[in-house]
């Protein structure tokens, strides 16, 4: 019975006869069975759509999360990358600052030797001039002797002649 139909006095719902009669039901209730399977297909076809909706909600909530979900994978590649290359730049500006050491290292070594070599040369050279300065003092105080020994020499020659000259006038 619809909620609608109201039972009369006897308890037995309007067009109901005696369980022996025909029953034929009156236009209004026919028309009652109509609005009510119309409202019933609404409320089938406005649940038919909230499902829709529910599915499209659903799906666009999964679409949202696999975008969400792509994105952060996207973020998390971009930060790699990023880590990466800061990785690889800073072990290619250590590995120039090892090679400039290096170099720096090497260039101080090479002036270093050549400050060795050079004050090698002027030690040597100094040395040579050292030796040459008392080669030739030598060679001088040898001269001078030569040259006081052959003085004396000739002094004593011409002391010996003066001698002799006197001890022959002595003897004439």
Do not use: F, V, Y
């Not at 499209?56 to 290359?85: A, G, L, N, P, V």
């Not at 030569?146 to 003085?151: L, M, V």
């Amino acid at each position: 019975m619809l909620p609608t139909q109201q039972r009369k006095s006897g308890g037995q719902a309007p067009g109901a006869g005696p369980p022996w009669t025909t029953r034929i039901p009156p236009i209004h209730t026919k028309e009652r069975d109509e609005q009510s399977e119309r409202d019933e297909q609404k409320e089938r076809d406005k649940q038919k759509e909230r499902d829709k909706q529910k599915e499209r909600d659903k799906q666009k909530e999964r679409d949202e999360q696999s975008e969400r979900d792509e994105q952060k994978e996207r973020d998390e590649q971009k930060e790699r990358d990023e880590q990466r290359e800061r990785d690889e730049q800073s072990e290619r500006d250590e590995q120039r600052e090892r090679d400039e050491q290096s170099e720096r290292d090497e260039q101080k070594e090479r002036d270093e030797q050549r400050e060795r070599d050079e004050q090698s040369e002027r030690d040597e050279q100094r040395e040579r001039d050292e030796q040459s300065e008392r080669d030739e003092q030598s060679e001088r105080d040898e001269q001078s002797e030569r040259d006081e020994q052959r003085e004396r020499d000739e002094q004593s020659e011409r002391e010996m002649n003066r001698a002799r000259g006197m001890n022959r006038a002595r003897e004439r």
